[in-house]
């Protein structure tokens, strides 16, 4: 059976989810409290194996260990393979969204159906040279999609130039079904980029460098949510 789907508060309003990744770890706790108190809306933690991505990072210690040190959502971005594997421990460690790639799971319905089915919120990631028919047809299983605006692996990379196409037609099916569920992007957001990413749709922004690789991360938080503030 599957689980009822958890609607989200505020659905049109945008959403600034910093990715820890390009964080200072040695200071994690500052960091994150800094941009709490900036007004972030999730935080964004990169998860990746040395296989579905060369690089490897962390994994649910982290997510545990943040846990303890904020209330905010931590919305946990698979880059590994066969991801489901880990859907208990990173449940358990505390994570409240989990995000797969389209690619590393066999099938994206009942994936994020099993996501759901364990009470998190279920997102869909996508890569940018993935083609998008089977994307958009997973779409009312998800609570977030999430559209890669980068290859996913690393953090400080630009935005592919090919990204507002993809995440306009996401948006429209989005519309089209009337779900409810959010647009993310994923991949060299900052100010412009994200006025852009917003001009063609999406409502949710994962910025790592953008905010943690800068003199004043509570102020490039602010800065971006100015970027993307409607009109
Ligand atoms: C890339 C990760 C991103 C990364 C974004 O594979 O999924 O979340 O942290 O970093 P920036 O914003 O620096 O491109
Ligand atoms: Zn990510």
Redesign the pocket.
Known sequence: MEAPPRSWSRPRLSRICP????ADFSRLEDEIRVVARAGADFL?V?V?DGQF?P?LTFGPILVEAMRKLTSLPLDV?L?VVDPLRFLEEFAEAGADHLIVHLEAVKDAPSSLEAIRARGLRAGL?IKPETPLPPYLEALPHCDLALV??????????P?LSGSPKRIAAVRQEVERRNLDCLLGV?????PETAREAAKAGADTF????????TPDPAASLRQLRRAVLPG
Do not use: C, K
């Open positions: 990715s820890i990744l390009s964004h990169d990746m991505v690089n971005h880059m990631a890669m605006t980068v290859e996913p692996g690393a953090g400080g990379q935005f994923d991949g060299g957001i900052g994962i910025a790592g460098h953008s905010i943690f690789r």
